[in-house]
């Protein structure tokens, strides 16, 4: 069985991770949205409201499951028995950062293997980050926000 780990913040989901993931789904047999617990960062939405939209979201694909780790995400793949680490690729900094990250990834267990899936034109400039700002200072997100997260907003 072809095991994937899509992981992330997804503080909160957008548009651009549902595409990701939508577009990785043909190439395994279950991907788990791993919901990286950093201790480092100050999270906007609690966990339980991450998982809450993450599986509204995806309620209609039977081969997406939601978890939340902690530690080294290689780890957690290990734990998962996934292969394979789905990661999205905006710019060509996200490409540099997760160029390095995938390799010391590789260095420490060989047998996961990063996919980069390079983000459709019409999301590259969507990040968690940038839709968290605004909505800190009240601004309309629904354009960013997949509806059935935003119904739980």
Known sequence: MKIALFPGSFDPVTKAHVDILKRSLPLFDKVVIGIGLNSTKAAYLTIEKRKEMLRAVFANEPK????????????????????????????????EYEKAIAQMNHALVPEIESIFIVSKPGYSSISSTI???????????KQFIPKEAFDLL
């Open 64 to 95: 997406v499951e939601v978890q939340t780790y902690e530690g080294l995400t290689v780890e957690f793949c290990k734990k998962i028995n996934a292969n394979y680490m789905i990661r999205g690729i905006r710019t060509v900094s996200d490409f």
């Open 131 to 141: 839709v968290r700002d605004i909505m800190r200072n009240n601004g309309d997100v």
